[in-house]
């Protein structure tokens, strides 16, 4: 089995920073892609990053310039900068990770709240 375990989250005013940091361990081979997805009420959970083994990045329009999005492969973690932040920013950021054992499967961590006043 395998555990996603976020942190970062939390309060922040407009034009403010944040980074979050997701964990995986378990049984582990290797970790291809890991990414940050995010839900704000109401809304559908969209992707916000992503980021390859070799560390070829993705990101939504919403967030390019923004957010950085970098991972540890010795340890298994990937992080998310995300720096003038904005209202519409709020949301449960959730992270996600693909990992290779026997067979490749997609896990989830348990999401970390973040929440810009404007």
């Known amino acids: 089995q395998v555990q996603l375990v976020e942190s970062g989250g939390g309060l922040v005013q407009a034009g403010g920073s944040l980074r979050l940091s997701c964990a995986a361990s378990g049984s582990i081979f290797s970790i291809a892609t890991m990414g940050w997805y995010r839900q704000a009420p109401g809304k559908q959970r969209e992707l916000v990053a992503s980021?390859?083994?070799?560390?070829?990045?993705n990101y939504a329009d919403s967030v390019k310039g923004r957010f950085t999005i970098s991972r540890d492969n010795a340890k298994n973690t990937v992080y998310l900068q995300m720096n003038s932040l904005k209202p519409e920013d709020t949301a449960v950021y959730y992270c996600?990770?693909?990992?290779?054992?026997?067979?490749?499967?997609?896990?989830w961590g348990q999401g970390t709240q973040v929440t810009v006043s404007s």
């Open positions: 996600n990770a693909a990992v290779v054992s026997l067979i490749v499967r997609n896990y």
């Open positions: 980021i390859t083994s070799g560390g070829s990045t």
